[in-house]
């Protein structure tokens, strides 16, 4: 099974194609193959998903509850297969960018079992948020710490 990913990186996007930080191919299992499944994540940016993790997300949302099943419906729509090429490199589906709004500029971001591409801008704007609220949930889960 892919391995946990964690914090941000920042990389240029050229012709479609990305640089996948290499902490995170670190964490790629053999089991994935080196084969990825990209999908519209929320705030209008893109999840990125070892085949292994997105295998077990989709047999676990085919067995869940109507909403989950719903929801995989929905990342079928947007769901394409990606291959990693030579130096760690993918090839971004067009659908998928002009959704996010990503150009040149990019931030990786690790989500546990996926990690998700941001447009530069909108990250910056959720970095903001997340800065407002980041006390606030400290304190209401300091009880788990």
Do not use: C
Request: charged content about 25%; glycine content about 6%.
């Amino acid at each position: 099974m892919s391995g946990t990913f964690m914090g941000r990186f920042e990389n240029s996007i050229t012709n479609r194609r990305v640089s996948i930080p290499l902490t995170f191919r670190k964490l790629l299992s053999p089991e994935s193959g080196m084969q990825l499944v990209a999908v519209r994540g929320r705030l209008n940016t893109i999840y990125i998903f070892p085949l292994d993790s997105w295998k077990n997300l989709e047999a676990k949302l085919a067995n869940g509850t109507d909403e989950e099943k719903e929801l995989l419906r929905k990342f079928r729509f947007y769901a394409t297969a990606l291959s990693i090429e030579g130096p760690g490199r993918i090839l971004l589906p067009k659908t998928l960018l002009n959704i996010s709004n990503i150009n040149n500029k990019v931030i990786f971001l690790g989500e546990g079992n996926f990690f998700s591409i941001w447009n530069l801008e909108s990250f910056k704007k959720y970095e903001t948020e997340v800065n407002k609220e980041y006390d606030a949930v400290l304190q209401r889960n300091q009880n788990i710490l």
